[in-house]
């Protein structure tokens, strides 16, 4: 597993997770802000994704598999007062992670992302579009994918950065695989997992910020559903940034800003 590691090492560890079908390329806005307030910041890319490892079968990605990835990651590292920065599957592997290994973590900032546990009311209709094509589409352009999910343009080398690691279909696999590993169902092998991490989180009265997007389809309402459940969230700063899915992308720094402000509140 590759990943990012900037600022001093004693400085406290902000741990920043991405989601599909991007990479810590995602972050390269925060991390500098970040690291130049004193903050340690670690932003591993997923297995599949960016410049880690990537399995070739559908088959080798797992909800649990990627768990695990993650939990032998924080302990080779020994990560510890962990702020937690995280979205897309970054939330669905960050808030688990939190809640299995909650004494490692002291605050959490999430971004245009949840916990589902597949007995939600209503899935929205973009999301069952996105695992469809990601399941059949011949075609899956990762930049297109990634700037389809932002305000912004991105620029020639910002689509060639998104695009470098996947040189050919087959190392989509983990990209292709994503969509249809989220939890729509109560059957869904992660659906107790879930469970277990939201009856921690119902307790959480650590910091947790959200700092959602008003143009993401997919997760618009989510913050406020999580601020009704996690004690932590009371009389925190929650922001609505201007940004697509891709919010760190549009709103990077004030994200960096709002991130700062959260540690340093600890």
Not at 70 to 99: H, P, Y
Request: proline residues 7%; aromatic residues 10%; glycine residues 8%.
């Amino acid at each position: 597993m590759h990943y990012v590691d900037e600022g001093p090492k004693d400085g406290k560890v902000i741990l920043m997770m991405h989601g599909e079908p991007s990479w810590s390329y995602l972050y390269r806005f925060m991390i500098p802000i970040c690291a130049a307030a004193g903050h340690r910041v670690i932003a591993p890319d997923l297995i599949g994704f960016g410049k880690s490892d990537k399995p070739t079968k559908m088959e080798d990605y797992s909800y649990q598999q990627h768990m695990q990835w993650m939990q032998s990651f924080i302990d080779e590292l020994n990560l510890k007062d962990i702020t937690l920065v995280c979205q897309d599957w970054g939330s669905l592997l960050g808030l688990r992670l939190a809640a299995e290994n909650a004494s490692r973590f002291s605050a959490i900032a999430i971004g245009n992302g949840m916990l589902p546990t597949g007995e939600e009311s209503k899935i929205p209709k973009a999301f069952k579009i996105w695992q469809n094509f990601a399941r059949y589409s011949p075609w899956f352009p990762i930049a297109r994918i990634v700037e389809s999910g932002c305000f912004k343009k991105l620029s020639k080398d910002e689509r060639k950065a998104y695009d470098a690691p996947f040189p050919n279909k087959k190392f989509k696999a983990g990209a292709r695989a994503f969509p249809r590993l989220v939890p729509t169902t109560p059957d869904n092998p992660a659906t107790m997992a879930n469970k277990a991490a939201w009856k921690v989180l119902e307790k959480w009265d650590k910091p947790f910020l959200t700092l959602f997007s008003n143009g993401d389809p997919i997760t618009r309402g989510l913050d406020k559903k999580i601020r009704e459940r996690v004690p932590g969230c009371q009389g925190q700063p929650h922001q609505t940034l201007k940004g697509g899915h891709f919010l760190q992308e549009d709103a990077g720094f004030e994200m960096a800003q709002a991130v700062n402000e959260l540690v340093a509140r600890l």
